[in-house]
């Protein structure tokens, strides 16, 4: 007699997205995300360009002529439209840096419920990993999140987000593609 693959358990399906959640993407090297959110129905489109959790490059392609920001140790500078860059706000180094491991962490410990579940894409097999979370200081009183993770990597290759902030509905897509050789500039004095 041959019996059915036994589900994930509950268990440790909610400590499989803790974990997820409370690592970051740049763990296994940098990569480039593509950023669709949904904010009040009104849909912003940005491309992420991710060498660690404080060095990123962000360009939004909708809505056009936005400048491109660039992300480094606590700093944000925005293109100044003639190949250099404009200081728009600063913080410590080592604030920026604990703010997104406080921010993962605070993410991981309000998992209240998850689900894991395989799929097939374009002949891979993918698993799905997704979940409520509860209060979160960023994302307010609940976030509903999912990870699709290539089951043969490990590499994430999507994450959304869906929560009501203020009011306002808000839902995050990014489509993850690694980029091993990714270099961004730095920003001036560094």
Not at 58 to 64: D, G, I, M
Not at 107 to 117: I, Q, Y
């Amino acid at each position: 007699m041959t019996l059915p693959a036994a589900p994930v358990l509950a268990d440790d399906c909610a400590a499989r997205l803790s974990q997820l959640l409370a690592t970051s993407l740049t763990a296994e090297g940098p990569y480039i995300a593509e950023n669709v959110n949904m904010v009040a129905g009104m849909r912003q489109v940005f491309r992420q360009h991710f060498v660690s959790d404080t060095h990123f490059l962000v360009e939004q392609l909708e809505p056009a002529g936005m400048p491109d920001t660039l992300h480094y140790d606590g700093g944000a500078w925005t293109a100044d439209g003639a190949g250099g860059w404009t200081l728009a706000w600063q913080i410590p180094a080592e604030e920026a840096a604990a703010g997104m491991v406080a921010q993962r962490q605070a993410m991981a410990a309000a998992v209240e419920n998850a689900r894991c579940t395989t799929e097939t894409r374009d002949g891979r097999m993918m698993e799905r990993i997704s979940g409520l979370l509860g209060e979160t200081p960023t994302f307010g009183p609940s976030l509903a999140v999912a990870y699709l993770v290539d089951a043969t990597s490990g590499q994430v290759t999507h994450l959304t987000y869906d929560y009501t902030l203020n009011g306002m509905e808000m839902q995050a897509d990014y489509v993850i593609s690694p980029a091993p050789n990714l270099t961004l500039p730095l920003p001036p004095s560094n």
